[in-house]
């Protein structure tokens, strides 16, 4: 008799939900009893006429069911539901916050690009962006237009991985695996150092490390060029390191 969140009818909308008969043998299911007091949330709040109020009670409801359901194609559903909710509260100011929710949706999805698989889920990082950047423009000032700015500097941040090979030849090139994200160019330079003078500069903290070596002479400088199509993921490509006389 365990309860499962598995209707697809508990991401309808609000008045759909509403209007829900919930029942079920499991007299001690936690998710049951919390669906239902989410329903007399909803319910209460349909009508006391209050948008802001309902929005966040609808809000915390689909957030819920989505996390805790076992719903076919629950993604899609869940984005249709808060499609819904945006185009229904879409002169509310609190509107701000369903496109922040499902900015979410789609920046959670992005992080499952995998380019060695499939170009699936590739722009939904770029689509997060473009949801935010639209709240922003129509509920400027509101807290969900906060929220959204906060995701676009996360969705904008650059990224820099460098992997050398543990050993290289004097004098010959080797390899090193750039990881980059929201970046064209890339400089390198290359400072030679003492083990003692590494140790120390361990203990230091980051600003400090960049300071010390900025003010060394490097003994190899160049620019890397990487390809950046906007799309707001990670990337990686291998560059080639030139020969060095250590």
Known sequence: YKFTI???????????????????????????????????????????????????????????????????NKDNVYEDALRRMIKHFDTHPSAAEIYFELAKVYDRLGNKYNPKV????????????????????????????????????????????????????????????????????????IFKSSLDELQATDRLRTEQKIARFLGKTPVKEWTVTVPDDKDYQGHSTEIKIPGLDW
């Open 118 to 189: 499939s170009e699936e889920y590739k722009w939904h990082k770029k689509k997060a962006r473009e949801l935010c950047a639209e709240a922003i423009k129509k509920y400027p000032g509101s807290y969900g237009a906060k929220s959204c700015q906060n995701l676009i500097y996360q969705i904008e941040g650059k990224q820099l991985y460098l992997t050398f090979e543990n050993v290289t030849v004097r004098r010959q090139p080797s390899r090193a695996l750039l990881q980059y994200k929201n970046m064209d160019k890339v400089h390198i330079r």
């Open 6 to 72: 598995n209707d697809p009818a508990y991401l309808s909308d609000s008045k759909t939900f509403a209007a829900l008969k919930l029942e079920t043998k499991d007299k001690l299911s936690f998710k049951f009893f919390a669906l239902k007091i989410l329903q007399d949330l909803v319910k209460f709040h349909l009508e006391d006429d209050q948008p802001m109020a309902l929005i966040d009670a609808d809000l915390k409801r689909l957030r819920f069911v989505y996390e805790n359901g076992v719903i076919s």
